[in-house]
Structure formats: C-alpha cells, structure tokens
C-alpha cells in the first residue's frame, strides 16, 4: 500500500472516498448556534419558537419585521411615517463618510433607518408600534427616529390608540452629533403630550437598549416591560467597570437586576408578548 506524506502525519491513500461531485455541503443560514447554551438548532424550528431557544430559553434578537408578526392580530398591520430618510447634515466622516455607512445598512438591513412604525390591532385594541431595528448602524438614535416617534405620538392622539415603543439600541447616533442629542428632548416632550391626553405608552426593552434611548423615551413608558436576560443601561458594564475600579455584581444592567432594584415593571417572554401587552392596554384604557 502507498502511502502519501503530508507534514507530520501519514495519510492512507486506500479506504474509503467520495468524491468532491458527491459531497454534500450544508447550505448557509441552516443552523443557528444559540449564543447561550452553545445548542445547533434549526433556522426552521427557531422560528416557530419565536426565536427562543428551546434548550435555554435565551431570547435571539430580532427586528422590527418579526415584532410585527409576533404581536399584531393575524401579522396583519399597516406602516407609518415610511420613506423617512436620514441626512448628512454635518458631513460627517471617519473611517467612512455618513452616506456611505447610511448605504451599507440599507442594503444590509433592507431599511431606511432604525426604526419602523406601523399600526392594527394587539388583541384586539388599537395599538401603534414603534419598532426599532439594531441592523441598521446598530439601532442608533438619530433624527429619523425622533421624528418616527413624533409622528407616532400625533397619530395615537388623533386616532385615540394606545402606543407601544419597542427598543433594540447602542444609543445616539454619533454621525448625526448634538442633532442625535436633541431627539431625547424631542421624544420626551411629545410623549408628554400622550400623557397629557391619558393615551397608554407601554416600553418594551430588548437586548441591548443602552445610551441615550435608555436615558429618553425607553424608561419614561407608563408601564416598562423587558425580554428575559436584556442588557440595559446607560453605559456599558466595560466602561462602568473600568470608571469606578471596581467588580461588578453579578447580572448587573440585566432585566433580572433591573426588575429587582425596581427600574422596570415586568419581565416577559417572547410568547406571552401578545397576550400581556393587549391585557395591559385593555386596563389603561
């Protein structure tokens, strides 16, 4: 038998082969390897458990597309405020310039921003969402999405809904500077205005919603709601950590902590979304 030489091992050149032409390789996107208990599950069976994991429970994320299907009645639910479009007002540039990154997301994500509105029913009560998408430049905060929401508050006073903002952030938009800031200002002055005419806002935190949407519309809902194992905060736990010196405790900025230092409401499961939601609007209103 001859034997093949290849660096410091001996390959048997007999047994047994197939050849390349009958090989069959596993197409991309198949199999899903669950970031919490290291499990290989199907893309398939993912989705129909709402893309939670059944071996751990943890909560992949998702954009706004799959919030549509999982909480409106039937997946059945009209977009607002479409088309909006962010804009280079400082002519921005790093490694990049802002156009060019606005383009790359776009093809990316299939968005025009971080955020789509779109609204119908939860159980049967009139809800707008507000539904922000973190393949889009990270889920950042920028003008488009101050406007979205703006525009949200406007159509759940003139339609008398109830509005729900889910949030999927890095924080503020860096490309966009102060004007990225003043969207805090702005979302919270028009959310005062829902208040004021005793309209329901639910907030749904995600994994991850941090910066400057933690420290504006996300925190301000009449009642917060959190997916399970959420990290959420203002600034990371690196930066905190390295700031102050010191260990942090365990599970610190996660919803578990959050929930029991009395930061948010509720903590609830993907498949209970639905139904908790349309129960709470159906009380507020």
């Known amino acids: 038998m001859e034997n093949i030489k290849v660096g410091w091992f001996i390959r048997d050149k007999e ?3 197939t050849s390349t032409q009958e090989k069959k390789e596993i197409p991309e996107g198949i199999w899903y390897k669950c970031p919490g208990c290291k499990a290989a599950l199907t893309l398939k069976e993912l989705r129909e458990n709402l893309y ?5 429970s943890h909560h992949a994320r998702i954009g706004s597309h799959e919030y549509f299907s999982i909480l409106f009645d039937d997946g059945k639910c009209k977009e607002l405020s479409g088309g909006l479009q962010p804009v280079d007002m400082l002519t921005f540039q790093d490694m990049k310039t802002y156009p060019e990154r606005i383009e790359e997301s776009r093809k990316k994500s299939g968005l025009d921003d971080a955020m789509r ?15 922000m998408d973190f393949d889009f430049i990270g889920g950042s905060m920028g003008s ?4 979205k929401i703006a525009r949200s508050v406007d159509f759940c006073i003139k339609k008398k809904h109830s509005l729900l903002i889910i949030s999927k952030s890095g924080g503020a938009r860096m490309m966009e500077g102060a004007f990225s800031l003043m969207q805090m200002a702005k979302t919270t002055a028009k959310l005062t205005q829902l208040s004021a005419a005793k309209l329901p806002f639910i907030s749904l935190l995600t994994d991850p919603t941090t910066g400057g949407v933690t420290a504006s519309f996300a925190m301000l809902g ?3 709601l959190a997916e399970p194992d959420a ?10 950590k390295e700031t102050i010196k010191r260990d942090l405790p ?3 900025q996660r919803s578990e902590f959050l929930l029991e230092h009395g930061f948010i409401d509720k903590i609830v499961a993907r498949k209970a979304l639905r139904q908790t939601i349309g129960d709470l609007m159906g009380m507020m209103r």
């Not at 939670?52 to 751990?56: A, D, E, S």
């Not at 509105?117 to 539904?131: E, P, Q």
């Not at 488009?144 to 406007?147: N, S």
């Open 15 to 17: 047994g047994i082969t």
């Open 222 to 224: 009449d009642i917060i």
């Open 52 to 56: 939670v994991c059944r071996h751990c």
């Open 231 to 240: 990290l959420i905060g203002f600034a990371g736990p690196r930066v905190i």
């Open 250 to 252: 365990e599970g610190f």
């Open 117 to 131: 509105v779109a609204h119908g029913k939860i159980d049967g009560k009139n809800v707008v969402v507000a539904c």
């Open 144 to 147: 488009v999405v101050g406007e």
